[in-house]
Nanobody, 120 residues
């Protein structure tokens, strides 16, 4: 099995910063893309940012210039540095990874989610 464990969420005032981490563990052979998604109450889950093994990144327009995604391939960990946070960034943030397990088959995994709340 494979697990994605997120950490780093919390409550912060508008303009503040948070750093999310997501560590993948288990029967992993390799990991392709990793990313962060978020879901606000009453809304659909949306992409925040993704990063490939080689470091190519993609961001939602709403977070460009404020959020930075990075990863440590040796640790199977992805990070999301969130600066200049706004109340509209409030959501549950989910980690996602495309994982090749030791069975040599690809699977899509999600973390359990971490709450980020930005107060005005």
């Amino acid at each position: 099995q494979v697990q994605l464990v997120e950490s780093g969420g919390g409550l912060v005032q508008a303009g503040g910063s948070l750093r999310l981490s997501c560590a993948a563990s288990g029967s992993i052979f390799s990991i392709n893309a990793m990313g962060w998604y978020r879901q606000a109450p009453g809304k659909q889950r949306e992409l925040v940012a993704t990063i490939t093994t080689g470091g190519s990144t993609n961001y939602a327009d709403s977070v460009k210039g404020r959020f930075t995604i990075s990863r440590d391939n040796a640790k199977n960990t992805v990070y999301l540095q969130m600066n200049s946070l706004k109340p509209e960034d409030t959501a549950v943030y989910y980690c996602n990874a495309d994982v090749m397990r030791t069975t040599m088959r690809w699977y899509d995994y999600w973390g359990q989610g971490t709450q980020v709340t930005v107060s005005s």
